[in-house]
């Protein structure tokens, strides 16, 4: 997502960051840049015009080319002219009505409003312990109504009972009622689509909305979609009048332009966004740690979350008590590898941290990538359990069947021992004896920089991120950054480098979830 943006505004900010001052034909020549930066990327025009005059309005001012460090105050403002553009705050689905609350989605036919559905269906029935009846009103699609029952069953979902030859309205009707009858907390209507807005489409929208009067009107829209779903959304307010977007499709644009020109357009906030196929791969929108990605200060608070969501508390509890002894077999290397892949893989977790955006093409060339992952936890697969607990006992006849059954050969199997080696002495050394070991006394100092010291919990008195709301994240994200965490070469304490050699940082209070990440292989 955002990812040809993100490489070309941040090449633009950093040629003005490296300058100790700037004249107006610096801000207008980068202003140039970004402009066509954003027009690439997909943006509409009308936007990327009231964009550039804002940014142009508040970097042309006298104060800010006589500032310390000008560069940086451009940066900032194009940072919160971006905040500005795709809304100030995230603003989840309203659910503060008299129950059953109607959501009505509608949208075009394949954006994946079916598809959808059942994913916000699963996320209030599993986050919210909302209960939740699924009606399908698509009765041209063939097997649509099938499709959202099979999602029902799938996610263990309410879905309307089908009944053959029902108008989409009588549909609707039959749907709130049976929500009223089940003692359903919200009712979520997929409506039907078109290939492209037509008149007919439009009638029947506003008369589905007169009958089941939605709390909520949510315009699905595929992100890959680009200008015209600016149109899109323009069309749909004006005769239906949506009261928020779900973009989809998300993980496969790189540029993201659809996403900064709907919201400036039509003013409704965009809610959620799709990031995979999977019923789960649904996130909130929030458009300042979307901005903070696309100029590439990370978005530590997206990766806490993510960490919280698919880590296993049980079995980082027992990573954490092992570690702490110094022990790391090719087991607990197996399950750091499979977290990183729940997690979105290396790509997706560079991404999020700060200053580490950068570091994803470098990696990518060195073979660190996430087909590697998948290679090495095929050769663990492919090992006995006395192997994975002990790799001593891998000699040459051994390695030569473990290749055999994981499609590998024998330099990838000592690629991956020479790894493991590399972790397991680092988790020595930050398991070590004498001031509560390396990690402790790198996430001490940590803390103390940040101002943390006092809050307990967690290693070293960092706080146990897992345990904190939103708020109290986003407090320590700003903390974080005011410490030097989100600048390129991060973190404090550790000369400059980011994470130690990338060799198993972990994030604390997360009790030793934060997987490992493998050393980069040193150049002979």
């Known amino acids: 997502m955002f990812e040809t943006l ?8 950093n040629g003005l960051t490296g300058r100790g001052a700037l004249s107006e034909a610096d801000v207008s020549a980068a202003l140039r840049e970004v402009r066509r930066a954003l027009l ?3 943006v509409a025009l009308e936007v990327v015009r009231s964009f550039t005059e804002a940014v142009r309005e508040k970097a042309v001012g006298a104060e800010i080319l006589k500032s310390i460090k000008p560069g940086q105050m451009v940066v900032k403002i194009v940072h919160d002219e971006l905040i500005a553009m795709l809304g100030s705050e995230g603003v989840s689905i309203d659910l503060n009505a008299p129950a059953p609350v109607v959501v009505m989605m509608v949208g075009l036919q394949g954006s994946g409003k079916t598809t959808t559905t059942g994913k916000i269906a699963s996320r209030l029935t ?65 409506t039907a689509g078109r290939t492209h807005i037509d008149e007919p489409l439009m009638i029947e929208m506003a008369e589905i909305k007169r009958k089941s009067n939605p709390h909520e009107i949510l315009l699905v829209a595929d992100a890959l979609t680009g200008q015209d779903a600016v149109n ?18 998300m993980d496969g644009d790189g540029r993201g332009g659809a996403a900064l020109s709907m919201r400036a357009v039509t003013g409704k906030p965009i809610k959620l966004i799709g990031v995979g196929e999977r019923m789960g791969e649904l996130e909130e929108f929030h ?19 993510k960490a919280a969501e698919n880590i296993d508390a049980e079995k980082a509890a027992a990573m954490a008590a092992k570690m702490a002894k110094g022990k790391f077999d090719l087991n607990d290397l197996a399950d750091q590898l499979r977290q990183m892949q729940k997690m979105g893989g290396m790509g997706g ?3 999020l941290m700060p200053g580490m955006s950068g570091m994803k093409d470098k990696m990518a060339a060195a073979g660190l990538d996430d087909k590697m992952f998948g290679r090495q936890i095929a050769i663990i697969s492919s090992m006995t359990k006395a192997e994975r607990a002990n790799p001593d006992l891998l000699k040459h006849s051994r390695k030569k069947r473990i290749a055999a059954g994981s499609g590998t050969d024998a ?77 390129p070469g991060g973190m404090p304490g550790l000369g400059g480098g980011g994470l130690p050699g990338l060799g198993g940082a972990k994030l604390p209070g997360l009790g030793g979830g934060f997987p490992g990440l493998p050393g980069l292989p040193k150049k002979k």
Request: glycine content about 16%.
């Open 6 to 13: 993100q490489d070309r505004l941040g090449a633009i900010l």
């Open 40 to 42: 690439e990327a997909d």
């Open 126 to 190: 599993t986050r919210d312990k909302k209960k939740v009846l699924m009606a399908s009103l698509d009765t041209r699609r063939p097997a649509a109504q099938e499709q959202l029952r099979q999602l029902g069953v799938q996610t263990g979902v309410d879905t309307l009972p089908i009944i053959a030859g029902q108008s989409p309205t009588d549909i609707a009707a039959r749907a709130v009622q049976a929500a009223k009858l089940g003692g359903h907390d919200v009712v979520i209507l997929d």
């Open 232 to 249: 899109l959304a323009r069309n749909f307010d004006d005769r239906v009048g949506i009261t928020g977007l779900v973009l989809t499709r």
């Open 287 to 305: 458009p300042r740690r979307v901005a903070d990605r696309i100029l590439g200060m990370g978005d530590i608070v997206s990766l806490v979350e």
């Open 349 to 351: 977790i560079m991404g």
């Open 411 to 487: 330099a990838d199997i000592n690629k991956l021992l020479k790894m493991h080696r590399q972790m397991a002495d680092m988790m020595k050394m930050m398991g070590g004896k004498g001031k509560g070991g390396l990690m402790k006394q790198m996430m001490g100092g940590l803390a103390g920089k940040m101002g943390l010291g006092g809050l307990g919990g967690g290693m070293g008195g960092m706080p146990d991120l897992s345990k904190l709301d939103p708020k109290q994240l986003e407090a320590l994200q700003k903390q974080a950054e005011a410490a030097g965490l989100g600048k």
